[in-house]
């Protein structure tokens, strides 16, 4: 039975955090929105991968607590809710709106909230969120256009979304270490405090932090504190040295590539010096769908068996913005992806791909859904944040990574397989 079972508000933030479990030691099956059915993998950590983030507060509720419903009910012990490490939200909520419903179901009067991730530059001092070396509301976020954060002060943050009393574990208490923490959880407990926001600043703060959080029902958090939390449990960890290993999937190789971001580009760029490559082009697309269709999978046909094949519609900002204007915004998006998901289900279905990189986040989305993907086992990263995964659900398992545009060094396409067993 998995020990901790996760809730996160967004996919990548989801896959985040399990990548953090498992370089930590637990065993991580990330789950694609709330499954229907009781899990048959064996897995520490389980994690449920909404999108809940910038939806309406009574339907993150909603849906969170199905997924706590479903983690209870798979015998996991300890509950984390997982959110960005900017603390994304407004007063409205949902992170406050959704800790007070896990607490009360989970029937717990306390919980934490830890968004640092020192690794990317986000730190929490005195209850102020610095991003990038800047407290948060000069870093860029108070112009986010869904969840702009004007404030740096997480008590004031959480507690304009919170039925709780908001309080604060400060770096002194932190430096003092577990014991000293969770002496100042029982105090802020018993003075009528439900949710303590906690400082810290480096790696070693968030170790203390996760020690102390030993046998709390519910943690709320970025993915920072992933790095502590399988330390509370080594013992029960049978596969704590491999908690990466998945198992080898033989088959065709396919680069799938929907990302027009920056890093993406130059991925592609790359992978086109090696591999066989075909450009869907959206103008093409909106033309005459099938025929593009047709001719991506002819060249995939011919090439697959020698290695690598790339199938990208990624183009550059002047050819995107050429399709948007003619085609609109989200029609030239949503053709481009369905045209993509369409290629890679016939190549999977037909052409015997069971090795797939995806790039693009809503690309990815696309490509899953067309699979019939419901979860993936975590495996070993390919560049931060980007781990091979197999994938749970697919008529067969495949071996699958999908990145997010901006993720990834320029050889990553290129470098991915290799690291395959
Ligand atoms: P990222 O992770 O880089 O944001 P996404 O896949 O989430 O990548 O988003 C890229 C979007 O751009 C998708 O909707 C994709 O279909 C669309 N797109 C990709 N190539 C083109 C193109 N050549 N013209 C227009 N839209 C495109």
């Known amino acids: 039975m998995p020990i901790l079972g996760c809730i996160a508000d967004d996919f990548t933030g989801a896959t985040d955090l399990a990548s953090m479990l498992v370089s930590a030691g637990m065993r991580t099956i990330q789950t694609i929105g709330v499954p229907q059915e009781a899990m048959e993998e064996r897995a520490d950590a389980v994690v449920v991968a909404l999108k809940s983030r910038m939806i309406p507060a009574e339907d993150a509720v909603a849906q969170s607590l199905d997924a706590l419903a479903w983690l209870k009910a798979q015998g996991c012990e300890q509950i984390y809710f997982k959110y960005c490490s900017t603390f994304d939200s407004t007063p409205a909520g949902n992170i406050g709106p959704v800790t007070d419903a896990l607490m009360q179901a989970l029937g717990t009067s306390f919980t934490i909230a830890c968004p640092a991730l020192p690794a990317n530059k986000r730190t929490v001092y005195n209850g102020y969120l610095f991003a990038n070396d800047v407290p948060l509301n000069e870093s860029g976020m108070q112009d986010h256009p869904l969840t702009p954060m004007t404030d740096a002060n997480l008590v004031r943050v959480l507690g304009a979304q919170t039925r709780h009393d908001v309080g604060l574990i400060n770096y002194a208490t932190v430096r003092q270490g577990a014991d000293a923490v969770q002496r100042r959880m029982l105090a802020l407990k018993e003075s009528g405090v439900g949710i303590a926001v906690c400082d810290a600043i480096d790696n070693n703060d968030l170790h203390v932090l996760a020690r102390a959080c030993r046998g709390l029902p519910l943690v709320t958090a970025g993915s920072g504190l992933a790095l502590g939390l399988p330390a509370n449990v080594t013992e029960r960890l ?161 071996a699958l990574a999908l990145k997010s545009g901006n993720f990834g060094a320029p050889d990553f396409m290129t470098r991915a397989w290799g690291m395959l067993p």
């Open 238 to 398: 049978n596969h704590c040295d491999d908690a990466a290993a998945l198992p080898a999937i033989a088959g065709r190789e396919a680069i799938i590539s929907g990302s027009c971001s920056r890093a993406t580009l130059e991925q592609v760029e790359r992978a086109r010096q090696h591999y066989p490559s075909f450009h869907v082009e959206a103008l093409a697309l909106a033309d005459d769908y099938e025929r593009v269709v047709e001719k991506a999978l002819k060249l995939s046909e011919e090439h697959l068996s020698a290695g690598p094949v790339l199938i990208y519609a990624s183009a550059s900002p002047d050819e995107v913005k050429q399709a948007q204007a003619k085609l609109g915004v989200s029609d030239a998006g949503a053709l481009v992806e369905r045209a993509l998901a369409e290629i890679t289900q016939a190549m999977v279905a037909r052409q015997g791909v069971r090795r797939l990189l995806v790039a693009g986040g809503e690309t990815a989305g696309a490509v899953v859904g067309a699979l019939g993907v419901q979860g993936l086992r975590i495996g070993p990263s390919i560049d931060p944040g980007v781990p091979w995964t197999t994938t749970i659900g697919t008529r067969e398992p495949l």
